[in-house]
């Protein structure tokens, strides 16, 4: 997915996370920024989630930024897959294909 401009999905809520992305240009690497008030017991487990993500939906050339205040595993995964939506305007993920 070829992220075409910035975009924002979620709060700061407490179990929540508010994620932000923003294209790069003139590189093809994904940069990550992860900001967690439970980086100590599940910092690894939450940049992994991202990961995955990235590499299931083949993003290229962008900034992450996640701002975690607690979110589920399940919370998280739909944060990460809304922003990617609103950052290459597409109405709906490819569900079927993944």
């Known amino acids: 997915m070829k992220i075409l401009h910035a975009a924002v999905a979620g709060t700061l809520e407490s179990s929540d996370a508010m994620v932000r992305i923003e294209p790069l240009e003139d590189t093809q690497e994904v940069s990550i920024q992860i900001s967690s008030s439970v980086e100590k017991q599940f910092g690894d487990a939450i940049e992994q989630v991202v990961l995955e993500l990235i590499k299931q939906y083949d993003i290229q050339g962008a900034q992450i930024i996640v701002d975690d205040k607690g979110a589920l595993e399940c919370v998280l995964r739909a944060r990460l897959e809304a922003l990617l939506a609103r950052a ?11």
Request: aromatic content about 10%; some cysteine.
């Open 88 to 98: 290459c305007d597409i109405t709906a993920l490819p569900w079927e294909d993944k």
